[in-house]
């Protein structure tokens, strides 16, 4: 993790081909069979570190993936880990901006929908409050988008 929060210090600097490098060696280290909090973390910022759309969708969806791994329990409950659930509502609102990136409104919106519906996870603090107000703000502008505003829950992902 040390490691992983060292490239994320780069990313954050702006030196988005360094951080990648360096996330991307982590990752061979680790592999798709490495620790899921590891695996879940890294493809998260490597995701960020991402320049094509297409790209950052491909590291957002290891990321879920990853966290999903962590489940708590026999698959059938459903139930995030207690330690991930906070970070469902990042993980979906991300998967949410890259869809709209990718010119693909339904698909934000079945994300920005569970982000919104995992948000009762995240802390009454600054993180908690910035992912709330970062899906409030992707909800307005999806609003305006061709057939906007809200949709149900859906039953099934993208």
Not at 26 to 42: K, Q
């Amino acid at each position: 993790m040390t490691r992983i929060g060292q490239a994320v210090i780069l990313l954050h600097a702006g030196d988005r081909e360094e951080a990648r490098n360096r996330l991307g060696a982590i990752w061979s280290e680790i592999g798709e069979e490495g620790d899921s909090l590891h695996r879940c973390t890294l493809a998260h910022y490597m995701a960020d570190a991402q320049d094509d759309p297409a790209d950052e969708l491909a590291w957002d969806l290891r990321a879920l993936t990853a966290a999903e791994a962590l489940r708590d329990g026999p698959p059938a409950q459903g139930e995030p880990h207690p330690a991930m659930r906070v970070f469902y509502p990042s993980l979906h609102l991300s998967l949410a901006a890259d869809y709209v990136k990718l010119q693909r409104p339904e698909a934000a919106r079945v994300h920005l929908a569970r982000a919104r519906a995992a948000t009762g996870a995240l802390p009454d603090d600054g993180y908690g409050n910035g992912v709330r107000a970062a899906i409030a703000r992707l909800e307005r502008r999806l609003a305006t988008e061709p057939g906007g505003g809200p949709r149900p829950f859906p039953e099934q992902s993208p």
